[in-house]
């Protein structure tokens, strides 16, 4: 079960997109009344914007080094074998450094709001927008 909900929050925290109100579903006023601090509030988002900003960095220069791929296997694999090789490796480099971040991220998001926390504003989140269907 706990591995189960570490990768959900890791998931979540990962590519969580920065809001004005709160984080994803839950809204400030979620975790405020679970004692999550506005302060850490308010670094909780600043972290989650340079993370996603930081993600989508890493996405788009993955996705220009598989056109490149892309580009050579159209050419001739044979003959840009080595180029190919070369470019997996970067892509590798970047996959890496997204597993990476996202554990690093999520460190550092416990910082400012627990587990628990989390799962308690959560869990208010849902029962408030299942009340307003």
Same mark, same amino acid.
Do not use: H
């Given at each position: 079960?706990?591995?189960?909900? *570490?990768?959900?929050?890791? =998931?979540?925290? &990962? *590519?969580?997109?920065?809001?004005?109100?709160?984080?994803?579903?839950? *809204?400030?006023?979620?975790?405020?009344?679970?004692?999550?601090?506005?302060?850490?509030?308010?670094?909780?988002? !600043?972290?989650?914007?340079?993370?996603?900003?930081?993600?989508?960095? !890493?996405?788009?220069?993955?996705? +220009?080094?598989?056109?490149?791929?892309?580009?050579?296997?159209?050419?001739?694999?044979?003959?840009?074998?080595?180029?190919?090789?070369?470019?997996?490796?970067?892509?590798?480099?970047?996959?890496?450094?997204?597993?990476?971040?996202?554990?690093? &991220? %999520?460190?550092?998001? %416990?910082?400012?709001?627990?587990?628990? +926390?989390?799962?308690?504003?959560?869990?208010?989140?849902?029962?408030? =927008?299942? *009340?307003?269907?």
């Amino acid at each position: 079960m706990r591995k189960i909900f *570490s990768c959900a929050v890791m =998931l979540l925290f &990962s *590519s969580l997109i920065f809001a004005s109100e709160g984080l994803g579903i839950v *809204s400030d006023e979620d975790f405020l009344k679970v004692g999550v601090t506005p302060e850490n509030i308010e670094k909780a988002k !600043l972290m989650v914007n340079r993370v996603s900003t930081n993600y989508k960095m !890493l996405v788009l220069e993955k996705k +220009q080094l598989e056109l490149e791929v892309n580009k050579y296997v159209l050419e001739g694999p044979e003959a840009n074998l080595e180029k190919i090789d070369v470019l997996f490796d970067k892509i590798g480099v970047i996959e890496a450094s997204i597993l990476k971040d996202r554990i690093r &991220s %999520q460190i550092e998001m %416990q910082k400012y709001i627990t587990q628990e +926390q989390y799962i308690k504003a959560r869990d208010m989140a849902i029962r408030r =927008l299942n *009340s307003s269907k």
